[in-house]
């Protein structure tokens, strides 16, 4: 007897190798009906839905055949998600931000699926779906505010960067423990059922995270109920230096979990925007006619280190992503655009710098109410806010005692005697 | 005798036991072909190989459930949990197992598991990087708590942990990975070289779980603290000049009761130091054991030093943390004279 050990395919110094991954061709796996039975679909778990040939033409029955200007919309979602990744990454690593996390590679993912769901479907991301944000038309220096944890933070002061949330937009606040909100997103499309309305709900973890029982939770709940919930499964490949093997993708897709639970599982190009978006809008649908939850896998590759805390060139081959064989989404959709006619190089480039442009402004103005080391900084006092919703009275105490600590002298720079050193026994 | 940080020792403790013992295993999170996100497993399963050092599934139920497996079969497995607010997934397995097989089984079975773990503030890690939730498996009656101070006591009291038939759980302050902090976060840092307990022993010793350590014998007040406060709690005693006796405890259980009761004895006042929040904490144990059985000898009542009751704010991480101020302040109350 012995163990089997998961093997990265290719660890720093050798050739990236990406032979592992089962693609289909574009427009080969067909479209069932949206009330289409979890258990006459099963291959839908195993085959990869996709609509653009590398050339750049959509093909096939799951061409979801958007007009053109929501493409352009797509691109530039796509591409704002990249530039603002990179304008922040660069901030971290100048010192005013403690932390990011980029989306390299996997933008298609928030974009594609937030532009096929309504604005009242809610939506419960994972620290790498800032697309959702940018999709959903959440201001730029709201965002920026909450990483700079500056006065104009919406999580005043108390999360991580990245850690979004907004009520309006109907995104849920972002944890930093993995998966706890994939078995939420179902509760809330329950309450949903229960209320009668016909919002849905959407989740997102990657692969990696769905070794969390709380993964098998959410599909559990999901079936049972046959909630109208989307799961997503981001398959990136990569939870930080664990290859997705050591998650169980090794034996069978991420997407063949939901038929093992009754549900509709489906594998998708994730850098296929125009597939991304079709089996949302396909699931969206099951979830709204009643047909029930679906869980998507969508299969990509993250380009990027897992944050600013972390050096894949230890545990991954360089520029590995070059040649991971769906491509860059970005590139991909543009290709299919400038197909149809539809854009060209000098609009892409004038695109790059008008939104390079809008993110530099937004960063000017969200400054402008503090970083971490300069202008104005939110109220000590807030830290004690919101933990219940009548402050209790060893809160209140604490809260005194912490304004006595910082009014009192540093202890270091006492000169003289402390009143204690009176009347020692 | 060589200069370790406190990663380092961890790491030669685990060298050292997958040397000596076969039937020792690591498993975790990041920890087999990277070397774990702090870097404590790093070579170990280039040295031992991916059966003695297994990468794991991001499923903290599962780690600590097929830790439990091994041991009971007879390995004695070391499993590293990301950072302890990653936990609680493992909570249940934790609770209603580890702690329990030895007994629910009369003795029959047991799980010899070592779970470490990262713990504390101080690193920018906001609510979710930054918890000291040792109070609460204290709480759970079968199960050891240990946490180390400085890269000699790591190593040792690992290495005790390791060996030791009942389960333990091991957190590591992990401000104090690279150096001694004093709770200025303003001055350089200071790297464990310079530090005596940074000179630590290559080879197999064991620091014996259930003992505590003066660091600094005294006679006008007693501090009681472990982790990251023992150097937050010395200097703020040294600034105001106080003779105080600083006690760390470096293991919570067993806990070290002739040593505080001793010196409290001595001493008559008393200050108890944590990381973690106040109400139900830790502190909260050793004041009630102190109240028991040094009543009459005590000269002011006992202060707590702790963190607020709040989550851990990524922008108030100084407010937050029980810095020298706060002790200040406890220490300046506990010797006012009635």
Known sequence: MRLHLPRAPARPGEVPDFSYVQLSAAGAVPRPDVNARARDIGALSIDLVRVLEMSGEAVGPWNPHLDAAELQVGLRHMLLTRIFDDRMQRNQRGGKISFYIRSLGEEAVSVAQCMALRPGDMLFPSYRNQGLQIARGIALVDLMCQLLSNTRDMCKGRQLPVMYHSKAGNIFSISGNLATQFPQAVGWAMAAAIKGEDHLAASWIGEGSSAEADFHHALLFASVYQAPVILNVVNNQWAISTFQGYAGGEQRSFAARGPGYGIAGIRVDGNDFLAVYSVTQWAAERARTGAGPTLIELVTYRAAAHSTSDDPARYRAKDDHLHWPLGDPIVRLKQHLIRLGEWSEARHQALTAELEALVAAGWKEAVSFGTMSEGPRLDADLMFEDLFKEMPEHLRKQRELMRAERAAPSVERAESPMPASQGRS | ?338
């Open chain 2, 1 to 338: 005798m060589a200069n370790m940080n406190m990663i380092q020792a961890l790491n030669s403790a685990m060298d050292i036991m997958l040397g000596r013992d076969p039937s020792v295993v690591l498993m975790g999170e990041d920890i087999g072909y990277f070397g774990g996100v702090f870097r404590a497993t790093e070579g170990l399963q280039r040295k031992y190989g991916e059966h003695r050092v297994l990468d794991t599934p991001i499923a903290e139920g599962g780690i600590v459930a097929t830790a439990i497996g091994m041991g009971v079969n007879g390995l004695r497995p070391v499993a590293e949990i990301q950072f302890a607010d990653y936990i609680y997934p493992g909570f249940d397995q934790i609770c209603s197992e580890l702690a329990r097989i030895r007994y629910r089984s009369a003795g029959d079975f047991f799980a010899p598991v070592t779970l470490r773990t990262p713990c504390g503030g101080g690193i920018r890690g906001g609510q979710t990087h930054s918890q000291s939730p040792e109070g609460i498996f204290t709480h759970v009656s079968g199960i050891k708590v240990v946490m180390p101070s400085n890269p000699h006591d790591a190593k040792g009291l690992l290495i005790a942990s390791i060996e030791d038939d009942d389960p333990v759980v091991f957190f590591e302050p992990k401000r104090l990975y690279n150096g001694p902090f004093d709770g200025d976060p303003g001055k350089p840092a200071v790297p464990w070289s310079t530090h005596p307990k940074g000179q630590v022993d290559e080879g197999y010793y064991t620091v014996p779980l259930g003992k505590a350590d003066i660091v600094r014998a005294g006679a006008e007040v007693t501090v009681i603290t472990y982790g990251t406060m023992v150097f937050v709690a010395a200097a703020a005693a040294a600034s105001l000049e106080l003779d105080a006796e600083i006690i760390d405890l470096r293991s919570l259980v067993p806990l070290d009761v002739d040593t505080i009761c001793s010196s409290v004895r001595k001493t008559g006042r008393c200050v108890v130091a944590h990381e973690a929040t106040r109400f139900s904490g830790f502190g909260a144990e050793i004041l009630s054991i102190i109240q028991e059985e040094c009543f009459w000898e005590l000269e002011a009542p006992i202060q707590r030093v702790a963190g607020w009751d709040t989550p851990y704010p990524h922008a108030f991480e100084w407010e937050y943390f029980p810095g020298q101020a706060r002790v200040a302040m406890a220490l300046e109350a506990v010797m006012e004279p009635r």
